[in-house]
């Protein structure tokens, strides 16, 4: 089945990183994703990870990818008070029509 | 400017009317896709379509309908909204299908606020 689960919250500081984790159930995945939704607002692609790579590297964001225990992060260096967001993991499975989301973490940025 | 528009942004209704949200999307897109947003939930799929007049069941279908009659538009319909249909939904649409491959990046639109008394 498909069950994917995040921690709600995350409280940094900026100029810190931040790492949000993502735990999936479906050994299947293909691609998995992480999305942004500042407040008020849709959600947004951030980047996303085929699941034959156990790390990619996108400027601040770097995703590493566990496929033995199936745990997924999200790393945000340098943290800005800009990256305040809930962050979803998702991934799709199969013949990819269907995308799982996760429950969202709610990353808080102080001074 | 390539988007998804939903239409109302914000609706308060009662129990029992009937009613539709709209989505309509610019950039062609072959899949097209509605979310309700729960807290401590994440995002959870109601219906999907891959094509026009194709479309299937997400995790929650019960008690919503859609329709795929043109391309460029995906409407959510309540027959019946019920309180527990109160939620943040979203539209989102995804050139996939049309790609071959199974990367499923997806646009969203801005949201639509429901309530029902």
């Known amino acids: 089945g498909e069950d994917v689960e995040q921690s709600l919250f995350l409280s940094v500081r900026e100029g810190d990183s931040s790492v949000i984790n993502c735990t999936y159930t479906?050994?299947?995945?293909?691609?998995l994703y992480w999305y942004k939704q500042e407040p008020g607002a849709g959600l947004q692609l951030l980047t996303y990870?085929?699941?034959?790579?156990d790390m990619k590297q996108d400027q601040r964001l770097t995703v590493l990818l566990n496929k033995k225990d199936k745990h997924l992060s999200l790393r945000i260096a340098d943290t800005q008070t800009g990256d305040s967001a809930i962050y979803f993991c998702?991934?799709?499975?199969?013949?990819?029509?269907?995308?799982?989301f996760g429950t969202g973490t709610r990353l808080q940025v102080t001074l | 400017e390539a988007q998804v528009t939903q239409n109302p942004r914000y609706l308060i209704t009662v129990t029992g009317k009937k009613l539709t949200v709209t989505c309509s999307q610019n950039?062609?897109?072959?899949?097209m896709s509605w979310y309700r947003q729960d807290p401590g939930l994440g995002l959870r799929q109601i219906y999907y379509?891959?094509?026009?007049?194709?479309?299937d069941k997400g995790d929650v279908p019960e008690g919503y309908k859609v329709s795929r009659k043109e391309k460029r538009n995906f409407p959510l319909i309540l027959e019946s909204p019920s309180p527990n249909q109160t939620s943040l939904y979203f539209c989102?649409?995804?050139?996939?299908?049309?790609?071959?491959?199974?990367?499923?990046?997806?646009?969203f639109g801005p949201g639509t606020r429901l309530t029902v008394l």
């Open positions: 479906d050994s299947s995945s293909t691609y």
């Open positions: 989102a649409s995804s050139p996939f299908g049309a790609t071959g491959v199974s990367y499923n990046e997806q646009f």
């Open positions: 379509s891959m094509n026009v007049e194709v479309t």
């Open positions: 950039m062609n897109h072959e899949y």
């Open positions: 990870i085929f699941s034959n790579m």
């Open positions: 998702a991934e799709t499975t199969g013949t990819a029509s269907k995308l799982t």
